[in-house]
Each structure stands twice: as C-alpha cells, then as structure tokens.
C-alpha cells in the first residue's frame, strides 16, 4: 500500500510533469510567433480581390466592381488603369486575380480572371484574358479562356490563377452552386482546376487529353469553390483551397488527373442543414490535408518565402471571409503541423493575402471600403 | 363549441406542418441522393435511411445555422397564410374545401421555394433544383393541405 509520502511525492512528481509537457507543447507555437505592426497601404477600395507587384515598384489592384488600381509609392492612383475587359459585376462576380506572366519583366504580360455576362441573359461564365500592361493601360487583351458550358448564377465563379515552374498557367473555377454533381463529370469545367500554356492552348501532357467525354483542358475536379491556388516553387507542390458549405472547407495537395470529391465526399452540410451526401471520404477520392468545420471561408492564400519574418518561413496562410482573421499554416512537408490565428484585431473580412517582393505580407479586406494592409516586422 | 373548433384547428394545424416537412424532408432527401446515384455513386441502403433521417431532424425541425429557421418552420408560416385564403375560399365553395386547402399547401411550399429563385438566382435547396423536385415538394404541401382539411372538419350529426 502507497504511503501518505510516497503518494505526494508522486503526486508532486505528475504535476511536474504535466507542466512541463504543457510548456514544452506551448514552446512550438511561441517560438513561430512573430511580432508585427499593421499599416494601411491604400483604402478605399471597392471590394479588392487581389494584387500584383511589378518590377518597378508598382502594385496593381483588382477591384471586383470592373476596376483595376494602382499602389504607387505607397498611395493609391485616383486614376484606374484602361483596357480592362467589362465585366459582370454581379453577386460574386466580378473582376477577381490577376497575375504577372513569369517573363513580365520582358514581355509585360499581365493575366486577369473576370466574370463575363452573355448578352443581357442571365448565362456568364468565368474568363481569363491576357493583355500588356504600360504606364498604366491594358492593350492587345487577349481572352485565353472561357469557362463551358455557361454558368446560370453569379457565385461560385472559382477564379485563382497561378503559374506552375513550368510556365503552364493554372485555373480554378467553381461548381456554380446549382446542379453541384457536374463537378464529378469531365465533360464541363464546373469545379475543377484548369491547366493551360501561357497561350491559352493545352498542354499535350494534361491527364485527360484523348479521353471520350473529358474536356482536355482539366487537370483536377471533385472541386467546389476553389479561391486559394499556389505554387510551392521549391518542392513543385500544388495547394488549393475550396470553400466548403456549411463547413468542410478544404487545403488540398492536387495532383494531375485526381478526384477530391466534391460533392460525393465532403465534411461539410449543405446551408440547410442536411446531409449533401452520406460520405466524408470515400475510396478514390482524395482526403484533403487540412479541412474547417466550422466554415473559415477561405478564399486566398500565399507561401510565405520572404526574410522580414524568419520564424514565419515556409508557413502557408490563409485568409478567411467569415472568421475575419489570416490562418499561419505551420507546414512540414507537405502536411499541417500547427495553424495560428492570426490579425483578428483588424476585424474585417480578408480576401486575399500575398507575399511581396520585400518580405512583408499584404492583406486585403474585403468591404466597400477595403485596404490593403502591409505587415511589417516590429512590435 | 367554441373552444372545441379551435383546439381542433391547432391540432390540426400542427398535424399538418409535421406531415408535411417530414414528406417534403423525405423526398428531398430521396432527390439529393438520386443526383449522386445519377452520377455512379453507390449509396447502400444503410447510408439512404440514416441520411434520410438525419436530415429529417436537423432540416426538417431544428433550425439550421446559417438559415436561422428550419423546414417546419418555414412550412408552419406558409400553410397559415395560405389556410387563411383557403378558409376564405372555403366558405364559398363548401364543396371544395378538401381540394382547396390541398392546392393552397402546396402552393405555400411552391411560394416559398420559388421566392429564393428571385432573391438568390437559384434554389437554395439542392432538392429544388429540378421542376419535378419542386413539384414534388409542392405535393408535400398538398398533404398538408389536405391532413389539414381532413381533421379540422367539423363533424356534423
């Protein structure tokens, strides 16, 4: 039988024991932590949807109203930049990304993704143009894509862009809401990611290229609402974002020709409360890395790469609608360790958040009357 | 008498608003998993019942999050709309009265459905997407209707 010492020594011994597992678990997280400070680079925004930093010093800005911006020396031009194709600026439509071809610095080419109204009827579809950019103008715009066949509702437009190591662009587009089980099917670019040559013609070595009833031009699907696209350079990984329902948003690994599920296999419930469908994962479907239930909305995200923020290298971050903060996404090849919650004090909806040539982060909110944040390090 | 009618009415009444979400929930649930069977998806029979009735609890009667209201809830408003026009009507038309609150529940569903498409572009309800699952739907609200009419009659000697 344990004596009234040898209990309290061993009990003295547990606690000690716990405590210090607390403090070696708490240790991980605070020695990532990064002091900051905030700055508005430019307001006034009508719903900014993403940036892009030029060579010059520059920073372009899409507002999703139909307005391309530019930051210059840190205010914004009250004049928009011309040659911006019209867009339909409805529900979640709009003018969305933008990204500087690879070889910008030579060739001035610019890629924008925008919502396109056909005629006066209710059909749009998502669109990818290519135009040269100078002294604050878009000429020789070139439409290199256009989503098929026609969306019918004003969401889930998808729109992310991004260039692979290779040059080969890459697309997201949404499962426009309604008939959401055309994401599973290959003959429709509803919910998938789209691959293509920086001329907008397909690459001969996409996955489904000579398969009856697959449109060659698709790389992935199973997607829902994809609003988060990156390249990881170094390890050629390619992370997407997909805003789920009511939960079930998802950080995915995608691979060329593979399903991820949506809406057979999901964690989320439809806005109603009912079940989309029985299963969260099923076999040959793939499970993402990370998911959120309750729903963040994520909707843009950026590798952190840069030298302002040592602890922060190699982190992912996110930046969420409904939760109003930025997810820091400590990742270990290829996987989440830990994730942090981040700029909750701004309390606004962030749209995008990139990483900019000088190593700062840069937020956007997203509000009539949105900014653009630069993070700089410093408490 | 008095007393009597009108407890018959709200028993009724609510009779009429639990039939008809639990129909409208069923066959909406049967909708959604007919659309992934469409696509070649195999859904065993244990998974049809338990989603059929996970979504009679948490979409039928317990208020969704996002929504704020449940089924019952949103059926509960427009079958006592709709029972007042058709109490009105009834009254003229005695005869009919079975067959008027049956097509006035279904038009209360219909009504509310059909709203979503103006305020959000398209249905809400993925089990809605479709004119036979709107018809469907509508038939619940007739069941409705007709539950209603059925057990609120007054019974004469």
């Known amino acids: 039988m344990m004596s009234r010492t040898t209990f309290k020594a061993t009990f003295k011994a547990t606690l000690f024991a716990v405590i210090c597992a607390l403090m070696v678990s708490g240790s991980h997280s605070a020695s990532r932590a990064a002091d900051y400070t905030l700055h508005t680079l430019a307001e006034g925004l009508a719903f900014p949807w993403s940036l892009a930093f030029l060579p010059d010093g520059d920073v372009l800005v899409t507002e999703r109203e139909g307005r391309l911006r530019v930051i210059r020396d840190g205010a914004l031009l009250p004049d928009p930049v011309t040659g911006v194709p019209e867009t339909y600026a409805v529900g979640q439509g709009g003018l969305m990304d933008i990204r500087l071809h690879p070889d910008f610095a030579d060739n001035r080419l610019v890629y924008l993704s925008y919502a396109h109204q056909e005629g006066d009827s209710l059909a749009n579809q998502l669109r990818v143009a290519r135009a040269e950019y100078a002294d604050g103008a878009l000429s020789n715009l070139e439409v290199i894509f256009g989503s098929a066949p026609m969306k019918e509702t004003p969401v889930h437009f998808g729109a992310r862009l991004a260039f692979m190591a290779d040059g080969k662009l890459l697309i997201t587009t949404g499962d426009d809401f309604i008939h959401r089980e055309r994401a599973q099917l290959l003959d429709n670019n509803f919910g998938k990611t789209i691959r293509l040559n920086d001329d907008g013609s397909i690459p001969d070595d996409n996955p489904f290229i000579g398969i009856e009833d697959a449109r060659p031009e698709v790389w992935s699907y199973g997607h829902r609402n994809p609003q988060g696209l990156l390249v990881d350079a170094e390890s050629g990984r390619v992370y997407l974002h997909e805003h789920g329902p009511m939960g079930g948003d998802e950080l995915n690994i995608i691979e060329p020709g593979k399903n991820y599920g949506w809406p057979v296999a999901t964690y989320g419930l439809d806005y109603s409360g009912a079940r989309i469908s029985p299963f969260e994962e099923r076999p040959g479907m793939e499970i993402p890395i990370e998911y959120w239930v309750p729903s963040i909305a994520p909707s843009g995200m950026t590798l952190y790469t840069g030298d302002a923020f040592p602890a922060w290298q190699g982190d992912i971050f996110v930046a969420a609608l409904a939760n109003m903060t930025v997810r820091r996404l400590d990742m270990d090849n290829g996987a989440v360790r830990d994730q942090e919650t981040l700029f909750a004090e701004v309390e606004e909806r962030f749209r995008e958040v990139r990483t900019g040539p000088d190593g700062y982060l840069y937020l956007l909110t997203d509000s009539q009357d949105g900014r653009v944040i630069q993070v700089r390090p410093g408490g | ?157």
Request: glycine share 10%; charged share 5%; with cysteine.
């Open chain 2, 1 to 157: 008498m008095i007393l009597s009618r009108i407890i018959r009415a709200f028993i009724a009444f609510f009779a009429a608003v639990v039939i008809a979400t639990a129909v409208a929930c069923i066959i909406g649930t049967q909708f959604v998993l007919a659309a992934l069977a469409g696509i070649g998806v195999d859904i065993p029979l244990v998974d049809r019942l338990a989603t059929t009735w996970h979504d009679l609890i948490n979409f039928g009667f317990i208020p969704s999050p996002a929504f704020g209201f449940s089924y019952a809830m949103v059926i509960g408003v427009g079958l006592f709309i709709a029972f007042l026009v058709a109490a009105a009507l009834s009254y003229f038309l005695p005869r009919f009265r079975t067959v008027i609150y049956a097509v006035a529940g279904g038009m209360a569903i219909l009504a509310f459905l059909g709203s979503s498409y103006f305020v959000f572009g398209a249905s809400m309800f993925a089990f809605a997407q479709t004119p036979m699952g709107l018809i469907t739907q509508g038939a619940a609200g007739a069941v409705g209707g007709w539950v209603f009419a059925k057990y609120s009659r007054q019974e004469t000697t």
